[in-house]
């Protein structure tokens, strides 16, 4: 069969090629920023100091990069010269931080959107950071726990996966517990009142001033009460706080 014609190559751009400084430190023909895909080019432009017809100093390349990085736009910034039949160009190359795009509340009644909100510093537009967010559910958690709910539970359905962009607190927040009184037993050296006195748990005022229920502060009254016995004296003290619900 007659041969088959030869159709020539894919022509193939070449790859543009990049250099950490300019040797010949000669004035730049322009700026130009890669890697961004959400922030315009003209929003990071503005934040240098460094301009086409001019020859930078490596001070001012390391200033506008201080500067770029200060704005928490980008989690990188590289500067790098691309040679051109014009002359130098200075490249900013950039990795940018990931956003959050909405923040939601689910299950809270007694604690308003607003307080969480401002709470956590989570909103839409701020940088997106798993940790960030694992820290908002703690300290949510703590919230409730402050106000007397020692039994609720913060999830955190979205946002714990760096792929996440939304950020969603699940809010158990469960009975509210009251402390109805405090009982000291065992002791026959020291009066129950003088036990008492500056200890973290106490009873609420006709259940409703104070008294909210903190079990991480059942450690701390255990080891006072032991250090008063101990100042005293009783070295083998042993001291054991439970609760009767």
């Known amino acids: 069969g007659a041969p088959r014609p030869q159709t020539a190559p894919p022509t193939r751009r070449p790859t543009p090629v990049y250099r950490d400084v300019d040797p010949a430190g ?11 895909t959400t922030i315009q080019d003209y929003h990071i432009l503005r ?4 301009r086409p017809g001019r020859a930078p100093s490596p001070t001012q390349v390391n200033d506008d990069v201080r500067t770029l990085i200060d704005t928490r736009w980008f989690s990188s910034v590289t500067p790098l010269y691309r040679p051109s039949e014009q002359g130098m160009i200075l490249v900013f190359r950039v990795t940018e931080r990931p956003f959050v ?3 939601e509340f689910r299950g809270n ?5 607003k307080k969480l909100e401002a709470e956590t510093g989570l909103k839409p537009n701020a940088p997106y ?4 967010n694992q820290e908002a559910a703690q300290r949510i958690k703590q919230m409730y726990k402050d106000k007397g709910y020692a039994h609720a539970t913060v999830t955190l359905l979205k946002g714990g996966d760096p792929l996440d962009r939304d950020v969603v607190f699940v809010i158990n927040e469960g009975p509210k517990v009251k402390v109805n009184s405090v009982r000291i037993e065992g002791n026959s050296f020291v009066r129950d009142a003088v036990l008492k006195i500056g200890k973290q748990t106490k009873p609420a005022i006709l259940w409703l001033i104070g008294g909210n229920f903190d079990p991480q502060s059942l450690p701390n ?3 006072a009460i032991e250090q008063y016995y101990q100042n005293l004296g009783f070295f083998d003290v042993e001291v054991t706080a439970k609760t009767r619900w």
């Open 47 to 50: 934040k240098l100091t460094v």
């Open 101 to 103: 795009r909405s923040v």
């Open 109 to 113: 009644k007694k604690i308003k959107n």
């Open 129 to 132: 950071d798993v940790a960030i």
């Open 221 to 223: 009254d255990e080891l």
């Open 26 to 36: 000669s004035a730049i023909v322009d700026v130009v920023v890669e890697g961004n």
